[in-house]
């Protein structure tokens, strides 16, 4: 299986939800079978490392983080199984993508297994530690009901 992961610039959202992701399968017996990556929509970021509160939000959660910003491209709508927009508008750039209407039932909104409830994971690249944290915690749950859903443990 192969999870993608997608945000605006890759450096706080994707690279976030990528690295949390890891951390649970890593925990399982399957974790060697899953892929996981993460990429931006926008081309601002390309090559950086997650933005510094990313990196301090995982660490104090006990998740490693290392991540290289990349740009999402059409070969990742093929190669993934499952990829994950971390809002509308970033669904939105998704879907312009060539041929993404071949993979529609793949590309969801990340929220969609969120216990708490649908919308979009808001961007936390203007905000607070705070809410970098509350960012953490909205993905940190939504992925476990992600795993428990799709992933055969």
């Known amino acids: 299986m192969k999870v993608l992961f997608v945000c605006l610039g890759n450096i706080c959202r994707s690279p976030l939800a990528e690295a949390i992701f890891k951390h649970k399968i890593k925990k399982q017996t399957v974790g060697h079978h899953i892929l996981a990556d993460s990429c931006g929509t926008g081309n601002y970021h390309i090559g950086d490392q997650p933005d510094p509160r990313t990196i301090k939000t995982a660490e104090k959660n006990g998740v490693a983080i290392w991540h290289q910003a990349r740009q999402v491209s059409t070969d990742d709508l093929e190669n993934f199984d499952f990829i994950f927009a971390m809002d509308q508008q970033n669904l939105k750039n998704i879907l312009r993508l ?12 990340m929220r969609e297994f969120d216990p708490q409830g649908q919308g979009d ?25 992600f795993i428990k859903a799709e992933i055969k443990l």
């Open 121 to 145: 994971v808001p961007d936390p690249y203007y905000g607070t530690l705070h809410d970098f944290q509350y960012v953490f915690e909205m993905l940190d749950r939504t992925l476990d009901e």
């Open 98 to 109: 060539p041929h993404a209407d071949k993979y529609a039932h793949k590309i969801k909104l």
